[in-house]
């Protein structure tokens, strides 16, 4: 098993308030540094920076030998897809089986992370992408399992420091989740192989007693295995502090690719109130209509455009048609879509979404109804 032997701390220059960059050792004799200059190369270029062409330096004249980490390799167009499961729309009543668990959804981007040897990829549920590029700190994690060939199933997320994860895709760049204090995690919630024999025909509970033994015999950096409540009373503590819902799964569950009843989604949906100021040009089927309802919030006798919505109903399309009209003094700031009209006068309404992003947008916004029932 891998181990860090010796860490050397080193300041910014550019930066010097910044905590500073730290350089690792590996018990292989490879090294790792978080600085952009390690993390951030191209493919297919020697990892290196200036902190380990330093490290290197000063070792070699203690007699000590260490060496860079591989070169990571992108993902070839004819990779071997692997199965995705795509859970199915539940409902809280699904988790009263007792032969299920609940689990808390991650707001990330699914993903898998194939060992084979000395190599480690990690591709999207697309098998576009290969993230291990942008997060070589999930390879060096990879390498401490002391097994050949392995394939674990999960989702990539960045967490703030007290533990909440936000959604950024997984090629952000490392400068992006630095400057909003975030930190990559891998959470793991399966494995389809292990120790080159294909797991995907076992239960859910036999595939998740190897990753509990796996775990428990790796001290990882980077990953983190999701936790899994069976008791009802769990189940129910866990959808009530989750904050994007909930996937229930059966126990008894074997991997199978696409969607399935064997695990459900239960989405956390919010509603609220915003102000309707305009709505844009349909197009095709809704050509003679509208297209999106356009949101906004009111800041004193102004209006702050967030995000458009749809939703609507065929009544409700000729209902709000009726108030349109081309109102260019309405006070609105942000930018909004082209090709729009206002309403006569902003009508307030309901809307459902599943979150906010930190810029106040909303996440899968749909229309409920107009709030005729208050001022």
């Known amino acids: 098993m891998m181990k860090v032997v010796r860490e050397f701390e080193y300041r910014s220059k550019s930066n010097p308030d910044r905590k500073p960059y730290v350089t690792?050792?590996?018990?292989?004799?490879?090294?790792?540094?978080d600085c952009r200059g390690w993390t951030m190369k191209k493919v297919d270029k020697p990892r290196g920076c200036t902190h380990t062409k330093r490290v290197v330096k000063m070792l070699?004249?203690?007699?000590?030998?260490?060496?860079?980490?591989?070169?990571?390799?992108?993902?070839?167009?004819?990779?071997?897809?692997?199965?995705?499961?795509?859970?199915?729309?539940?409902?809280?009543?699904?988790?009263?089986?007792?032969?299920?668990?609940?689990?808390?959804?991650?707001?990330?981007?699914?993903?898998?992370?194939?060992?084979?040897?000395?190599?480690?990829?990690?591709p999207g549920r697309s098998f576009k992408s290969d993230y291990t590029a942008n997060h070589p700190e999930f390879v060096r994690d990879a390498m401490k399992v002391p097994l050949n060939t392995y394939t674990l199933a999960g989702e990539l997320v960045f967490v703030d420091s007290n533990g909440q994860d936000h959604f950024l895709t997984a090629l952000a760049k490392e400068e992006t989740w630095l400057e909003l204090g975030y930190t990559p995690k891998y959470i793991v919630f399966d494995i389809l192989q292990y120790q080159g024999q294909d797991v995907t025909d076992r239960c859910w509970a036999e595939r998740n007693t190897i990753l509990k033994s796996l775990f428990r015999d790796t001290q990882f950096e980077g990953f983190e295995l999701i936790e899994s409540y069976d008791r009802f009373?769990?189940?129910?503590?866990?959808?009530?502090?989750?904050?994007?819902?909930?996937?229930?799964?059966?126990?008894?569950?074997?991997?199978?690719?696409?969607?399935?009843?064997?695990?459900?989604?239960?989405?956390?949906?919010?509603?609220?109130?915003?102000w309707a100021i305009g709505l844009t040009k349909g197009t095709g089927a809704r050509e003679v209509t509208f297209g999106a309802m356009m949101l906004a919030n009111k800041v004193g006798d102004s209006y702050e455009y967030i995000t458009k919505t749809s939703g609507f109903t065929n009544a409700q399309l000729v209902h709000f048609l009726d108030t349109?009209?081309?109102?260019?003094?309405?006070?609105?700031?942000?930018?909004?879509?082209?090709?729009?009209?206002?309403?006569?006068?902003?009508?307030?309404v309901e809307i459902k979404y599943q979150r906010k992003t930190r810029t106040g947008s909303l996440i899968m916004p749909r229309f409920v109804k107009e709030r005729m029932d208050i001022q």
């Open 60 to 122: 070699a004249s203690e007699g000590e030998i260490v060496s860079e980490a591989p070169v990571v390799k992108e993902l070839p167009s004819d990779f071997e897809k692997l199965p995705v499961m795509r859970p199915n729309d539940g409902t809280l009543e699904h988790m009263k089986n007792p032969d299920t668990i609940v689990q808390l959804k991650c707001d990330g981007t699914y993903s898998f992370l194939i060992k084979e040897g000395d190599k480690v990829t990690m």
């Open 233 to 274: 009373e769990d189940k129910q503590e866990a959808w009530e502090r989750s904050n994007e819902g909930i996937v229930i799964k059966d126990i008894h569950s074997t991997i199978t690719d696409g969607r399935t009843n064997k695990w459900r989604k239960v989405k956390k949906i919010k509603a609220e109130d915003f």
């Open 324 to 348: 349109l009209i081309r109102n260019d003094d309405l006070p609105v700031t942000g930018n909004l879509p082209t090709n729009m009209m206002y309403l006569t006068n902003p009508v307030l």
């Open 24 to 33: 690792k050792v590996y018990s292989d004799g490879t090294m790792s540094c």
